[in-house]
């Protein structure tokens, strides 16, 4: 998966500001593959997500299994702001730490990214039958070399539908979006609960990033 060709992107550069949205997030663990691709561990999940392009926030609640325990992740992004809560429901506790404002990336279709082509989910015998996605390929530049990525867009709306990323280290992880509505119905789940008003922030360790809720999973079991 090296050479998918040259294609410019000409329009669906970005995708609605506001959205919320259920997906599901699997690797790679089909027996048989590619061993360059085979993911690490098994892993599944199930999450709501509230996004907010405009304000650079982000609401993630997951559950899932990872390594056959159960686990579950609030996390509130506050990237203007500089600032990731991670919430802990049960015990009514917050972390409150540093987050890379620069790490905020918008759903959007990067301008370097290639066109794989375009099909229709579905049948197109009749109305009301297909969907009309288009599917873009890219790689991202890493310390350690390139990740990878395939994502599917509507072509009307350019709402996500599907995205598989690649790491060295993870594999391929595959996430499906579904139930999107566009517009944020809650504007409170863009604020903290209040037994995180005197969570004090955590000066010690490394700026956090989106991918710092997934940094230790074990611990949200």
């Not at 085979?38 to 999940?45: D, H, V």
């Not at 990214?113 to 989910?121: C, D, K, R």
Request: aromatic share 14%.
């Amino acid at each position: 998966m090296t050479n998918f060709g040259g294609d410019e992107v000409v329009d669906c550069v970005t995708v609605e500001p506001f959205m919320l949205f259920d997906y599901v997030k699997l690797t790679n663990n089909t027996a048989k593959m590619d061993r360059r691709c085979k993911a690490n561990e098994k892993f599944y999940a199930n999450a709501k997500y509230t996004y907010d392009a405009m304000l650079k926030r982000i609401r993630f609640k997951e559950v899932g299994s990872y390594e056959n325990k159960t686990f579950g992740i609030d996390a509130l992004l506050l990237f203007r702001e500089g600032v990731m809560y991670t919430i802990n429901h049960r015990n009514k506790t917050c972390k409150k730490e540093r987050l890379k404002r620069e790490d905020f990336h918008p759903m959007e279709i990067p301008a370097d990214a290639a066109l794989l082509g375009q099909v229709i989910l579905g049948s197109s015998s009749g109305p009301g039958q297909g969907l009309l996605v288009n599917t873009w390929y890219g790689e991202v530049a890493t310390p350690s070399g390139k990740d990878k990525w395939v994502s599917t867009f509507t072509e009307v709306g350019c709402i996500p539908v599907s995205s598989a990323y690649y790491t060295d280290k993870t594999g391929w992880m595959l996430s499906s979006f579904f139930n999107i509505v566009v517009g944020i119905l809650d504007p409170r789940e863009f604020f903290p609960p209040k037994f995180c008003q005197g969570a004090l922030l955590d000066e010690t360790e490394e700026a956090a990033n989106f991918y710092s809720i997934f940094k230790n999973l074990t611990k949200y079991s």
